[in-house]
């Protein structure tokens, strides 16, 4: 394999360490962070992502690929959430030398993704016997995207970061609508392997890598102007508040009656359609609320015509605790109120698991072991429009809500118009996850062409259209209300119908392309001997 004309003359070089190579992924992992927001620097994780394959298709042997993909992810997570350490340390009392340590283990551990994905991909290269073509924009890519896919499911996932994000603004993100962000991921990673081809001594796969690309950004600048989903309704307005409670104080019974007043007094303040407070804005369960607190809110929405949804615990029957958004509506009697109940929880946040409790016994932070909402759950009437929540982490997992919407429009049922994001970040302090979560949830708008509202502690809060642009924005680190007008859409994306499918089924193709390839070479070589 060659990328440029050697003097045939010149003394050989040494080959290159692994080590070193490894050295070389681990700071192109590190540098692709700047690929997504607050930054939006889109083009450096294509850029990355080539300089990861080179060295892939430049290693030694197939464990030595495992290597190189292992330290490219490495650099990668641990520089993107790094802010797990503020949760840990500044607020779970963690001591710093072992926070730091946590942080670097999760790094370690998602390594294992692109590790095997490395390694399958350079251990397929030697089974087929495949061209540099067939590696750069069939295999490599396929295996990047298959492995990134594995890991938003696995042991129930850990998304954050997916390649796909960092395109929500690149011309890239008009095909997030037909096959969502791991299809993103995939072409992010078929766009870099093509500009490896850039370099290849044959002419003709140079200008077919280049007509390709352009071809492929073209489509995808097309695609932005296509519209999938269609206004439903009248338009409802909106308040989400921002309470600004810092992190020391929420969970402390000393401020928890103040937080009450204080956010009864935000809701109370003006009527709209619907009114949001962020996730656990109210950390105690209904029944142990001061008397006549949700009644009094109940009167508001009654005499005011409002919707309010509140983040609180709730607790059933069974005596099971729930991370849920209550829903008080204006002809709502006291209780039952509408519920939503979290389905898709935090490790170590929300649940323990097993084996790891001594682990979460050397935090500080309020932990429960609670219990998952079902995976399909009815949306919440405001006025003309169907509003469906989802709590906090929950956004990173597109496929669960196009699901909801998918599993409504089978039944015949109306999907919700409207996506409601409630979150808590000030776990993670002033640093980077707020808007990596805000990037998140546009990407929710573009998945299922409907608009996204955040109501959040410390920020983002934030209203999205249905085209994934952030159009009302709060300061974050503040407290206060955002009022918009939010229209309501309605219609499916091909990602609602087929969630990831589409992906999936264009990563076998591309496997299956490349193995007939590769046979076909291995046909030829035999014939030829």
Not at 201 to 210: E, Q
Request: proline share 7%.
């Amino acid at each position: 394999m060659r990328f440029r004309r050697v003097d045939p003359n010149a003394p050989p070089k040494p080959p290159r360490s692994t080590l070193s190579r490894m050295l070389i992924a681990a700071v192109a992992g590190a540098v692709a962070v700047l690929a997504f927001a607050p930054f939006g620097y889109w083009p450096l994780q294509i850029i990355s992502l080539a300089v990861l394959f080179y060295q892939v298709l430049r290693a030694a042997d197939i464990k030595s690929s495992a290597r190189i993909g292992w330290a490219y992810s490495f650099g990668w997570c641990g520089a993107g959430t790094h802010w797990l350490y503020i949760s840990m340390h500044r607020y779970g009392d963690m001591a710093a030398p072992i926070a730091a340590i946590a942080v670097a283990l999760l790094a370690l551990l998602m390594g294992i993704y692109v590790a095997l994905a490395m390694g399958a991909a350079a251990w397929l290269r030697k089974r087929w016997v495949l061209s540099l073509p067939a590696m750069t924009l069939l295999v490599l890519p396929a295996m990047w995207s298959l492995f990134e896919w594995t890991r938003g499911w696995l042991f129930t996932g850990f998304p954050w970061l997916a390649t796909g994000y960092a395109h929500n603004t690149s011309p890239l993100g008009g095909f997030a609508p037909i096959i969502g962000s791991y299809g993103l991921g995939w072409l992010a990673a078929l766009s870099a392997g093509a500009l490896l081809l850039l370099t290849h001594p044959l002419p003709r796969t140079r200008w077919a890598a280049l007509g390709g690309v352009l071809a492929l950004y073209g489509a995808g600048i097309g695609l932005r102007h296509v519209d999938w989903t269609h206004a439903v309704g009248r338009p409802i307005t909106v308040r989400l508040l921002q309470g600004n409670v810092p992190q020391q104080q929420k969970f402390d019974p000393a401020f928890v009656l103040g937080a009450l007043r204080m956010y009864q007094q935000a809701i109370t303040s003006a009527p709209a359609d619907l009114i949001a407070t962020p996730e656990t804005a109210v950390t105690v369960l209904p029944q142990q609320l001061p008397e006549g607190y949700l009644e009094g809110l109940g009167a508001f929405a009654q005499q005011s015509g409002s919707t309010l949804l509140v983040g609180m615990p709730v607790l059933d029957e069974e005596r099971r605790f729930y991370n849920a958004a209550v829903g008080i509506t204006p002809n709502a009697t006291p209780g039952p109120y509408y519920q939503y109940r979290k389905h898709h929880l935090v490790p170590f946040g929300e649940f323990v698991p097993p084996g790891l409790h001594w682990f979460v016994a050397m935090m500080a932070i309020p932990l429960g072991d609670m219990g998952r909402g079902a995976r399909v759950q009815p949306p919440l009437q405001v006025r003309d429009q169907l509003v469906l929540p989802n709590i906090c982490y929950e956004d990173l997992f597109g496929e669960e809500i196009a699901g909801q919407l998918a599993n409504a429009h089978h039944h015949g049922k109306q999907s919700a118009s409207v996506l409601l994001n409630i979150s808590n970040l000030a776990w993670f302090g002033d640093s980077i996850a707020i808007p990596q979560h805000l990037q998140i949830s546009q990407m929710r708008s573009l998945e299922t062409g409907r608009p996204m509202l955040r109501a959040t502690n410390t920020g983002a809060t934030a209203v999205i259209d249905g085209k994934g642009l952030v159009v009302n924005l709060l300061p974050p680190a503040r407290q206060g209300a955002l009022a918009a007008t939010v229209q309501g859409m309605g219609g499916m994306t091909p990602y609602i119908l087929y969630g990831n499918k589409l992906m999936l089924g264009l990563n076998a193709l591309a496997l299956l392309a490349a193995f007939l390839l590769g046979r076909r070479a291995r046909k030829a070589q035999a014939t030829a001997n």
